[in-house]
């Protein structure tokens, strides 16, 4: 059964920097590619980066380009965002997703951006 949990979130002011983790059990966590989502309050989830099972290949939306970075750890089967120059519109409910369930999700972690 794959989990996912994910880590590190908290409340920051404007340009700071926040890096949160998210830790896969359940299969194995090298074959796949995974992904970054966020959900901001009152609003759908939607996709923020995505990194190939190697690390080699990583794609961001135009919203957190130059200000977002993933990146894995195969050997601890763990995915990292860190996140510079927050913004308050960055403000949501992380999420991360594996290729290999796309349809687990686990509880997020909630990242708080003030003015």
């Known amino acids: 059964q794959v989990q996912l949990v994910e880590s590190g979130g908290g409340l920051v002011q404007a340009g700071e920097s926040l890096r949160i983790s998210c830790t896969v059990t359940?299969?194995?966590?090298?074959?796949?590619?995974m992904a970054w989502f966020r959900q901001p309050p009152g609003r759908q989830r939607l996709l923020i980066t995505h990194?190939?099972?190697?690390?080699?290949?990583?794609r961001y939306a135009d919203s957190v380009k130059g200000r977002f970075t993933i990146s894995r750890d195969n050997a601890r089967n763990t995915v990292y965002l860190q996140m510079n120059d927050l913004k308050p519109e960055d403000t949501a409910v992380y999420y991360c997703?594996?290729?290999?369930?796309?349809?687990?999700w686990g509880p997020g972690t909630q990242v708080t951006v003030s003015s």
């Open positions: 997703n594996s290729d290999g369930a796309p349809d687990v």
């Open positions: 990194i190939n099972w190697s690390g080699t290949d990583t």
């Open positions: 359940g299969h194995t966590f090298s074959r796949y590619s």
